[in-house]
């Protein structure tokens, strides 16, 4: 398995119900909302940060995403 999807996988795993900015191959920010986390990357002073929610096992039962 490739780096990256086992990156993806542990986030999958250790944030769910979370929204998580990642840049590169480090966790950034890691918030309830998306608001709080656009707050948190732009206090860090970053940018091009891939910004992404991770769905519960209840969500991704019924297929919101992932």
């Known amino acids: ?3 990256e999807q086992v990156f993806l996988d542990g986030i999958k ?3 769910a119900g979370k929204w ?6 480090e966790v950034v ?3 309830d909302s998306h608001e709080e986390l656009l707050r948190k990357v732009k206090r860090k002073g970053l940018d091009e940060v891939y910004i992404f929610y991770v769905p519960t096992e209840k969500e991704k039962k019924y297929e919101f995403m992932f």
């Open 29 to 31: 920010a890691v918030s």
């Open 1 to 3: 398995m490739e780096f």
């Open 13 to 15: 795993k250790k944030f």
């Open 20 to 25: 998580v900015g990642v840049k590169g191959n």
